[in-house]
């Protein structure tokens, strides 16, 4: 008996049939009869899930479905000659396969048997093809013990390499489904795949059954070069955007035989120990054994915007759903904050993105907003110019025409009317844009940042090593009442030396500074090499230059226990072993915060009570250091007794401060001027003391000039998000900030209405660069989760590419616009012309051949062109474009149509003269062709732009693309004219000087009119 698990969503519920598994007929079977029953409105079988989804009429059940659904299955398994049904099997529990719990709460599975009894599984595990997979057990409803039993592992030193390996062979390596890049052969075939092609296929039939042989020849030819060019357009984009997947691989942090070990993201393997830190990519699906403070950011799966606090204490219910399992972290996430240790228990497809991947199928690369617009306008244009084609066809039967001559015309028209490769132009257009970028070492990862480049009106800058060149030196220390300056290797108090060994306090300060601190350190020779953050590392290089040996300090000290900042705390503190059985306490950072857990403070070797006036002191020097654009922290100490646990971080003992400076990056300053000039608006977003940001602030002219207003972001979280949406357009620096305010930031601009832009390199600017319309991450200094959820890479650091990626982003925008302009305009003309000559009883001045021709000779070669254009003088000093406006606007509509009526009455003047001299008949065709097709190249010039034009004063750059496609189009234009069978095809008639010079003047004063009519720059 088949019972459901729980209630679905009202007229959809999902089954599994495990016997659909890489059936695909039982899929057809299933989809055939079901659909075919009255109670079902829908329904959609998937093999590589083995789900049946089923939409059905009101008044049914779940139960009533599941019925039917047996008994379709029943009848398949008697069709194959197998027993009509098996109990072994027990219904599948919902927390199988989370992911889709999460998206359709509420669905009940359907289990199905195997033939030659198995033995029976466990009711909390999948079953398929009689192998049991523990893949996808419910690992929220297990405690710790029970999974790290489960996988044969170890709480402290995780897997065997052994252990490793065999199950990266038993179970696969951690990759997710990938859809295969589109075939050569598939690209070529749906070149044929369309409306314009069906067309001309029975255009070319209607030829042939008319005897017209020859132009059927020419109309297929026509659709050969089509394909042709749209075939190595699009497979030259298609290699470009399937390169994109490369750029990044994620790597993870696991132990093994007791080893912090790292590894790529493929060879994480099931029942390692993954170390979740700050910024750490979620590598598998894991269930925590540990955590501290661990916060993870799961937009990427639930759609939940702020992170999320896990915890690997409780035991949940089978029926939790996938957002509020607090014990699990899954695949594609980031951990924000905090710590923690998980057991990874499900890999590539198994885990719940992977799930996600199969369900929705990935097939192809979807569609950019730009290349959906732009299909949208050629469908819209389908409409009206085939409306306009019937009008043509009508009248043409009015006035006597043959039947099948005007379908052949018309059917021809309607062709040369429709700009087909709109959507291949943009394609095209946008993975040349990508190569463009990499040769000035801009990645693109995302096939649709390019365009929202273009549309960037807020960058938000993170400080330190993007702003900054990530390189801290120390430069000031003040400990007990003495304040130290450090000069390369000596360190100054007054007007003289000081021997650091005879400073108690500044020995202790930078002792806890080696303690304090998660830098690895290694030894070669004399030298040490520091693996670890800027700040960190700079604070080990001044207790060097101090005298203190690194190794020797921290091996006296064994490291206990860590706590490190997190999203409600700005210090870090480590607790170590003492020779004498007690505890040290070693604590660094936020000055105000570390002072207010201290006590004490230590002056001349002596630990005294810490007075009102000395906190005093303390702050008004933290003032003066972070005013100098000084970067700085507190440190404190304590020895606890070896009972006291080691959560204790009060009554600590007060050492010092220390500042240190970050240089700012040569050429930000004017980088920043640029960005203005661009109407582009610039925050700066920064963990520093407000002081110290708003020197930088200040010193980059982020307000242009204007008071600088600086935020302190200790209390953003507590803020109402209408206010602080309205601030956060008024803000030109936010200081100590933690990853989750960036988000907030972010996503505070964004719901104001901007296109914003986030720079950074650190792991910290993990989910602001996810959040943000396009994230920028550092290629070479930034952390490897930085480049992985970032949109743009710059690869060299070099933030100065920034403004040539907007540059080009704008560019490739603009460009397709043109390339669009161009188009609608000569296509247009086509119809004009057509149209006025039918209504004023002129006859068709042109074949169907003839527009073919001009079809092929105008649309392709000049429209690529165009879309190759360098960028315009002023394209960085325009304000960015409207995001939500469309590519062509109700203006852009009115110019090109009266840019194409001019085209339009000119060929027809010249038609006129044609007639007058000779009468209707192929000279003066001949006559309206040549001037039709000179005039439509020659609107390319004029599609160069909608400002600058052949009579402005400022010229713009030469486009040696357009030269060339112009040259070799007028080139083909003369051949038709010299070479006799060309032109007996097409029907054309010798031309005289007269005729020459009456063409010739056609075919430049509508490029005169057009031009003349632009507004002045």
Known sequence: MIEPIHTAIKGRARYRVRELYRSEALQNHLEEHLSRMDVVRQVSASRLTGTVLIHFNSGNTVQTIASLLEQVVSGFRQQRGLPASESSPAPESPGKNSLKSALLSGIPFLGS???????????????????????????????????????????????????????????????????????????????????????????AGISVATGGVADAVVIMGVVVINAVIGFVTENQAERTIESLKSLVRPGAQVMRDGVLTEVSMEEVALGDLLVLRPGSYIAADSRLIDSTNLTVDESSLTGESLPIAKTHLPILGEKTPLADRLNMVYMGTLVTGGQGIAVVVATGKSTEIGQLHLLVGEATVPETPMERQLTQIGNQLVLISGAICGIVFLMGLARGYGLLYMLNSSIALAVAAVPEGLPAVATTTLAIGIRKMRDHKVLIRHLDAVETLGAIQTICFDKTGTVTQNRMTVQRIFAGDKRIEVAGTLFSYGKGNLRPEACRELLELLRVSILCSESDIAKRGDEYILKGSSTENALLAAAVKAGLNLGEVRSQYPLLKTKLRSEDRNFMGTFHECSTGERLVAVKGSPMEVLAM??????????????????????????????????????????????????????LTWLGLVGMADPVREGVKELIGLFHQARIETIMITGDQSPTAYAIGRDLNLSRGEPLEIMDSSHLGDMDADALRALSQRVHVFARVSPANKLQIVQALQKAGRVVAMTGDGINDGPALKAADVGVAMGHSGTDIAREVADVVLENDNLETMIVAVSHGRTIYSNIRKALHFLLSTNFSEIMVMFAAGALGLGHPLTAMQLLWINLLSDIFPGLALALEPAEPDVMQRPPRDPHEPIIKASDFKRLTAESAVISASALGTYGYGIMRYGMGANASTIAFQSLTLAQLMHAVSCRSEKTGIFSKEKLPPNRYLNLALGGSLALQLLTMIVPGLRGLLGLTPVGLVDAAVIGTSAVVPLIINEATKKPV
């Open 598 to 651: 201290c006590e004490w403070r230590m002056q001349d070797g002596e630990r005294i009570a810490l007075t009102e006036e000395d906190r005093q002191a303390i702050e008004v020097e933290n003032e003066r250091m972070a005013g100098d654009a000084l970067r700085v922290l507190g440190f404190a100490t304590a020895v606890v007794g070896g009972n006291e646990g080691l959560d204790w971080l009060s009554g």
């Open 113 to 203: 048997g195997k033939r030659n009894a198995a033995p029976k599984p466990k009711a909390s595990c999948l079953y398929i093809h009689g192998i049991e997979d523990p893949r996808l057990k419910p690992w929220h409803t297990m405690d710790p013990d029970s999974v790290i039993k489960e996988w044969g592992t170890s709480a402290v030193s995780g897997l065997s390499r052994e252990s490793a390996q065999a199950n990266l062979k038993k179970y696969g390596t951690n990759t997710l489904p990938e859809s295969e890049p589109r075939s050569r052969w598939s690209i070529l075939a749906e070149q044929f795949k369309s409306f314009p092609v069906a067309l001309l296929t029975v255009s």
